[in-house]
């Protein structure tokens, strides 16, 4: 076989694949496309018939999803910015230097990590209502995520910071920089891009975030998007193609985040998570 | 004052106000819930105990209580079943693909990447997706599994007792694998070629290659990763609140679910602590083998 055939077969089959796994994705664009009565057909229908786009106007409309993406949107964006303003410079010490306290405090930043959320809200809530915090719900949640999700965060970035040679920080410092100087003015904009990076990955977690915003907020008016999804699907619902609707609306910008910056994001996630 | 501030701009002070803050705000915020958990779980909490520190003592109660009620051995069971049944289909599914992948060819790599949108999704989203595919009556995958012949009725997968333990891990396979493959892929590319060209010279075949170097020489890879598979489904909870929610009757509820349900649902604050306690030591130990098995990286 020559090398092209074989190169074209590999990614014929290789596209069948990531076609299998991808389809319970493709399953949800279809069923949100579907009409009340073609979603329930059997055998079920692989192409929708009539596309219902007015579908995603009436969930819109009656979910109220515009209130509770702009939750979600706050409370990512107010975790993101807390823990890149506090996780950047801890990565940057925890990457310039190699003692035994920045064992001791790469050891502390891991076993922050693997604290699961269902186990850790239940001190937290108590903890919060005691000080009163559950008045402002969403800085409660965002300050519950930030300790979540902020090791993470330095785990990435101090491998990008592990990328940028001492020696220029070095001379800039000869050259009559202070610290804080060649902190903003060299490092920094070196690894601009493998922050960005993660912070855009922290983002999306934050933005599905669950356990914490289900717990700690009952107001409505402050839910974000995944406790609503999960209180629109009641024990016995049946309207899934309202439900995969709003998950299409919920997730399609994430998805397209996701495409566009796969290779970044891929690269960054395997650079930090395995060191 | 001024010999501070200069330490603070030019300085070790610098370095330690950049990594004394965040581990201040970690400790206060992670840290002490971790104690007060402790504290929790020999106390009495509930709704009305609430806002007050000094609560009744109840010394081991909770813990026994937790050990003699009925539920609490197949709560325990399942969890078992769900981090074994979750990590061995992650990884044999996710080993899979990065062998595959690890051919060389155009749009190999893009096209591996795009698998890790399971990853990316909220959990609740993937949870509804696949609770509308393994609904009963309409769902679709017992449609293709009878049209491949390998059942002949449905099987209700979310009410059935037998069954809804298996759906969450199914969609938790679904959700873990590519995590599992970018990383082992990472592995399997740091091998050195030049160990199979030598193999290949002495006439080993493919399947002893993969017995005799890729096997070892992915062994530290493996363990971080079945130990990262561990933290991670020990972290599972969105999927079970969207699929089944514990049930029917306890029979997918595992501990993570049930800690969350005995505080947020039943208002026992002092035994949800105490499940937490309990499983925060299991989740702790799986990070410590973690650490191990990467240790020769850890400091880069």
């Known amino acids: ?275 | 004052m001024k010999r501070l501030f200069s330490s603070i701009t030019d300085g070790r002070g610098f370095d330690l106000v950049l990594v004394g803050v965040p581990f201040t705000f970690l400790l206060a915020l992670s840290g002490l819930p971790l104690a007060y958990n402790i504290l929790m779980s020999f106390q009495e909490v509930d709704m009305f105990s609430l806002g007050s520190v000094i609560r009744p003592f109840v010394g081991f109660k909770n813990y026994v209580d937790l050990l003699t009620q009925p539920e609490t051995m197949s709560i325990l069971r399942n969890t078992i079943v769900f981090v074994v049944g979750s990590i061995t289909g992650q990884f044999l599914v996710g080993f899979a693909l990065a062998l595959f992948f690890w051919i060389n060819f155009p749009g190999a790599s893009w096209l591996r990447g795009l698998f890790l949108v399971s990853w990316v999704m909220p959990g609740l989203v993937v949870g509804a997706i696949w609770n509308w595919i393994l609904s009963g009556d309409f769902g679709v995958l017992n449609f293709l599994l009878q049209q491949t012949g390998l059942l002949n009725g449905n099987i209700f997968w979310r009410s059935d007792p037998n069954f809804s333990l298996w759906a969450v891990i199914l969609a938790n396979i679904w959700l873990g694998t590519s995590f599992n493959m970018i990383l082992l892929a990472t592995g399997l590319a740091a091998i050195p070629a030049d160990l199979y060209e030598a193999a290949e010279m002495d006439g080993a075949n493919a399947w002893q290659r993969f017995w005799t170097i890729t096997l070892p020489m992915m062994r530290s890879t493996i363990g971080a990763i079945i130990a990262l598979g561990l933290i991670f489904t020990l972290q599972q909870f969105d999927l079970f609140a969207a699929i089944t929610d514990g049930g029917p009757n306890n029979s997918s509820n595992v501990a993570q679910y049930w800690a969350w349900d005995l505080s947020f649902r039943q208002y026992d604050f002092g035994k949800g602590a105490t499940i937490s306690v309990i499983m925060t030591v299991f989740v702790m130990f799986a990070a410590t083998v973690y650490v191990r098995s990467t240790r020769h990286e850890v400091r880069g």
Request: charged share 10%.
């Open chain 1, 1 to 275: 076989m020559s090398e092209n055939a074989r190169n074209r077969l590999l990614l014929a089959l290789s596209i069948v694949m990531a076609a299998i796994y991808l389809f319970p994705l493709y399953w949800m664009y279809v069923t949100a496309l579907k009409s009340g009565s073609e979603m329930f057909a059997t055998p079920p229908s692989f192409w929708p018939s009539a596309a219902q786009w007015s579908t995603f106007a009436y969930v819109w409309e009656s979910r109220n999803m515009g209130r509770y993406l702009w939750n979600s949107t706050v409370i990512a964006f107010g975790a993101v910015a807390l823990i890149a303003i506090l996780g950047t410079g801890c990565a940057y010490v925890l990457a310039r230097y190699r003692n035994i306290w920045v064992d001791v405090g790469l050891f502390l930043i891991l076993m922050f990590q693997v604290l699961p959320a269902s186990l850790m809200i239940t001190p937290i809530f108590v903890g919060f209502s005691q000080l009163g915090l559950l008045e402002y719900p969403r800085l409660a949640v965002i300050l519950a995520i930030t300790a979540k999700s902020m090791p993470f965060f330095v785990v990435l970035v101090r491998a990008t910071f592990m990328a940028v040679p001492m020696e220029l920080e070095e001379a800039a410092l000869v050259d009559g920089n202070s610290r804080i100087g060649a902190f903003f003015n060299i490092v920094l904009p070196l690894a601009r891009n493998g922050i960005l990076v993660s912070a855009i990955l922290i983002f999306m977690q934050a933005f599905g975030e669950f356990v914490y915003s289900k717990s700690m907020i009952q107001d409505i008016q402050f839910q974000p998007a995944s406790v609503g999804l999960n209180s629109f699907m009641g024990p016995n619902t049946s309207e899934w193609n309202n439900i995969m609707a709003y998950a299409t609306m919920y997730v399609t910008p994430i998805l397209a985040i996701f495409v566009l910056l796969q290779r970044r994001i891929v690269s960054g996630l395997t650079s930090g998570a395995l060191k």
